[in-house]
C-alpha cells in the first residue's frame, strides 16, 4: 500500500503492540491475559506491518514465521515435561524463587509454557497469512 500515514502508523504501532504483549504476557501469569492473547496482540502488530509494507517485510525479517512455531512448540514441550527431572507427573509446575535483594521473583514452568504459547500463536498467525500474501502477491 502507498499511504504514507499508514506506513508510517505500521512502523510506530508494531513495537507499541509487542511490548505491550509482553506486558500482557508477563501480567497474566496470575490475572487475566497470557500467552494467547499476547500473542494475538503481537502477531497483529506484526501483520498489520507486513500488510501495509507487502511480502518484502516478510522475506527480509531476519526470523521467519515458521521459527516461532518451531520455538514455540520446543519451548511448550520443555516446560511440559520439565517436571520428569523433578520425578513429578507430566505438567506439573515447578517454581523457583530468584532473590535479587530488592525483589523476589517467583519463576516457573507455568510462565514458560505461557511464553510457548506466545511464540506459537505469533507464528501460525504469521505463518497462515504470510502463504495468503504469497499465493496471491500482495504488494
Do not use: C
Not at 500473542?39 to 525479517?61: E, K, Q, V
Not at 524463587?97 to 506459537?120: K, S
Amino acid at each position: 500500500m502507498n499511504s504514507i500515514i499508514l506506513k508510517i502508523t505500521a512502523r510506530y504501532l508494531k513495537p507499541v503492540s509487542i511490548i505491550f504483549s509482553i506486558y500482557v504476557l508477563l501480567r497474566g501469569h496470575n490475572s487475566p491475559g497470557g500467552g494467547f492473547i499476547a500473542g494475538l496482540l503481537a502477531g497483529s502488530g506484526i501483520l498489520f506491518y507486513n500488510l501495509t509494507y507487502g511480502i518484502d517485510a516478510i522475506r527480509n525479517t531476519y526470523v521467519k514465521p515458521q521459527t516461532y512455531l518451531i520455538l514455540g512448540l520446543v519451548i511448550i514441550l520443555s516446560s511440559a515435561t520439565m517436571g520428569f527431572l523433578f520425578l513429578k507427573p507430566l505438567l506439573t509446575g515447578i517454581w523457583h524463587t530468584l532473590d535479587l535483594g530488592f525483589l523476589e521473583l517467583n519463576l516457573g514452568t507455568p510462565l514458560l509454557f505461557d511464553a510457548g504459547i506466545y511464540l506459537l500463536v505469533i507464528g501460525s498467525l504469521l505463518t497462515i497469512t504470510s502463504s495468503i500474501m504469497e499465493e496471491i502477491e500482495w504488494k
